[in-house]
């Protein structure tokens, strides 16, 4: 039988982040100002059109710090909930307070195409890290200075929540369905766990995606490799840079 995890949120863990570090001897100086990007959809052009540090932080991923902003960049560390969790911890416990969440997400709505830029409003907790860190309910949220900003600093965006979901191929229409009804923008797999960490936390944080598939009609309509996305991103990093100077 599983241990009633309820109120797990409330409990001590046993192995902290500042743990994993001391271990690693990881002692990174990093900005207060952190955009993490699970996949490489921005990797290129930071490295080739920025000048950063590249360092590594015991775990998976790259981490960028850009040498004209106080920001840095953290990717590769792969997708999913459990994930962003981990990164954001050893973060957190190096210094860093801010965070905005991009990447690609699936649109949910017909309305919504390729290379459109959603700034999320709030996460649909479907998934199992989200509870270890705040007490149970539907949602997550980002923080409400953080992503004002962000909103305000895009010419032309979508604004709205996002479905979070464990199961990259369990996303079926029965589910689709209900999301559309609650007006869900998007679906993506990081959104809510990132949210409650930083709650957790007492950090900021705030999300926005490109549209970079569709589930809308309860099928797959894949548009990766689109020209509107690439623009998107490098629209979405030029702006949460901006919104950090």
């Given at each position: 039988?599983?241990?009633?995890?309820?109120n797990?949120y409330?409990e001590?863990?046993?192995?902290a982040?500042a743990d994993f570090l001391t271990r690693?001897?990881?002692f990174l100086?990093l900005?207060?100002?952190?955009?993490l990007?699970p996949?490489?959809a921005?990797?290129k052009t930071?490295?080739n059109?920025?000048?950063?540090?590249?360092a590594?932080l015991?775990?998976?991923?790259?981490?960028?710090?850009?040498?004209k902003?106080?920001?840095?960049?953290?990717?590769?560390f792969?997708m999913g909930?459990p994930n962003?969790?981990?990164v954001m911890e050893?973060?957190?416990?190096?210094?860093v307070k801010?965070?905005?969440l991009t990447?690609?997400?699936?649109?949910?709505q017909?309305d919504?195409?390729?290379g459109?830029?959603?700034?999320c409003?709030?996460?649909?907790r479907d998934?199992?890290?989200s509870?270890?860190?705040?007490?149970?309910s539907?949602f997550s949220?980002p923080?409400?200075n953080l992503?004002?900003r962000?909103k305000?600093?895009?010419?032309?965006?979508?604004y709205?929540?996002?479905w979070?979901?464990?199961v990259?191929?369990?996303?079926t229409a029965a589910?689709i369905l209900?999301?559309?009804?609650q007006?869900?923008?998007?679906?993506?797999?990081?959104a809510a766990?990132a949210?409650?960490?930083?709650?957790?936390?007492?950090?900021?944080c705030?999300?926005?995606?490109a549209?970079?598939d569709?589930l809308?009609?309860?099928?797959w309509?894949?548009?990766f490799?689109?020209?509107?996305i690439d623009?998107?991103?490098?629209e979405?990093l030029?702006t949460?840079?901006?919104?950090?100077?």
């Amino acid at each position: 039988m599983l241990f009633n995890k309820e109120n797990k949120y409330k409990e001590r863990p046993v192995l902290a982040a500042a743990d994993f570090l001391t271990r690693t001897k990881t002692f990174l100086e990093l900005p207060e100002n952190m955009i993490l990007c699970p996949v490489a959809a921005l990797t290129k052009t930071v490295a080739n059109n920025y000048k950063t540090k590249r360092a590594k932080l015991g775990v998976e991923g790259d981490v960028y710090t850009f040498e004209k902003y106080n920001c840095a960049f953290m990717t590769g560390f792969g997708m999913g909930a459990p994930n962003i969790a981990m990164v954001m911890e050893i973060l957190i416990a190096l210094g860093v307070k801010n965070f905005v969440l991009t990447g690609f997400a699936g649109a949910l709505q017909k309305d919504l195409n390729a290379g459109d830029i959603v700034v999320c409003s709030s996460a649909l907790r479907d998934e199992g890290v989200s509870s270890s860190y705040i007490a149970p309910s539907d949602f997550s949220y980002p923080d409400e200075n953080l992503t004002g900003r962000l909103k305000a600093a895009f010419k032309t965006c979508k604004y709205g929540p996002t479905w979070t979901t464990d199961v990259l191929f369990r996303e079926t229409a029965a589910e689709i369905l209900h999301c559309q009804k609650q007006k869900i923008l998007t679906v993506e797999m990081e959104a809510a766990a990132a949210f409650a960490v930083s709650a957790r936390y007492k950090t900021q944080c705030a999300a926005v995606f490109a549209v970079s598939d569709s589930l809308a009609d309860c099928k797959w309509e894949p548009c990766f490799g689109h020209p509107a996305i690439d623009a998107a991103m490098r629209e979405i990093l030029k702006t949460i840079l901006t919104v950090f100077r």
